[in-house]
C-alpha cells in the first residue's frame, strides 16, 4: 500500500481562472512539442476538458483513483493564489472557506484522507485562521506556495511557521516549476533553505524536490536534516525520459537516505500526463523502466513508510 503525500482538489472557483490557464498553457505545449506552435490544441479548450475531468470538490474522485492505484492514505494541501490576483480575489472563493471544505472531505474520508492547512502568510489573518483551524479539524500540516510572489524567508512569514512549530506541524513549501502569471523565483529551494536554518526545530519539505533544481534541494538537505523532499510531480519528466527522473531519485536516497524522500502525485492536474496508477505503478517498478539500481526497502519506503512516519498515519 502506497501514501500520496502531495495532492490537491481543484473545482470551479477553487482557485484563479489564469491559474488554471496557465497551466493549460503549458499543458498543450508539452503534449504538442513536435508540432509548429500553431499547430497545437487551444489551451482554453483544453482548460474546459480538463475542469470536466478532474473537477473534485468532495474527494469521491480521488479516493477513486487513489483505489484504483492501490494508494491508501493521501496529504492533501490546499493552495491559496489569491494574493497574485488582486482584482478578482474572492470572485471564487475565500481561502477559509476553501480550507473548510479540505476539512469537510477529510471528515467524508477520515481514514483515507488528511489535510494541510493552506495560507499565503502574507494575509493579516494567517495565524489566526491556522488557530481556528487547528481548534476545529486539525490540519497535519502548513502548506506555502511562494510562487504567488513572497520570498519562503521573508520575516513576514515567521509568526506562521512559528505557530505551525508549536503545534508540531510540518511545513511543506512549494520549489520549482509553475506556469505563468506565478514566478518560479520566489520558490528557489535557497530560500527554504534559510528557513530551515531559522528553524532547526522544524520539519521542512521541499515540494517537488525543486523540480530542476533537484541539486540543490538535494545538496541543501545533506546539511540540515529537518529539510525533506517529495517527487510529486514529476510524472512528465518520466514520460519524456524515464532517468530524468530515475537519476534524481537515486540520488535522494544516496545523500539523504530513503526516510527523507517522499513519494507524491501532484494530482489531479498531472493526471493529464500519466493516470494516478500508471504513475504510482512506474514508481514502485523501477526495474520496469531503468537500469538503475534500488533496492526494495528503498523503494518500499519511498512509497509510503516514511510518509506515514513523518505523519503519524
Ligand atoms: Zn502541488
Known sequence: MFIDSHVHLFFEGSDPEEFFLGCSRAGVNIFGKDKPPDQRQDASQLYDQQMAILSDKDGSRLISEMDKANIEKAIMLPLDFWLKYPTT????????????????????????????????????????MLDEAMKKWEPVGL???????????????????????????????????????????????????????????????IAHCGHGWWRQALDFAIMKPNLYVDFSGWQPLLKVNPDYFWRPLRMAFDTLGPWRVLFGTDGSMLDVFLSTKKWAKAAANPSKSTDIEFTENEIEIFMGKAAKKLYNL
Open 143 to 205: 502548506k506555502i506556495h511562494p510562487t504567488a510572489g513572497f520570498y519562503p524567508d521573508d520575516p513576514l512569514c515567521y509568526p506562521l511557521y512559528e505557530r505551525a512549530i508549536d503545534y508540531g506541524l510540518p511545513i511543506l513549501i512549494h520549489s520549482g516549476q509553475e506556469p505563468a502569471p506565478m514566478g518560479v523565483k520566489w520558490s528557489h529551494p535557497m530560500y527554504i533553505d534559510t528557513v530551515a536554518a531559522e528553524y532547526p526545530e522544524a520539519t521542512i519539505i
Open 89 to 128: 480575489e474572492h470572485q471564487g472563493m475565500s481561502i477559509k472557506e476553501k480550507n473548510n471544505i479540505y476539512a469537510d472531505v477529510v471528515e467524508r474520508y477520515p481514514d483515507r484522507l488528511k489535510t494541510h492547512f493552506g495560507v499565503d502568510p502574507r494575509r493579516k489573518d494567517a495565524v489566526k
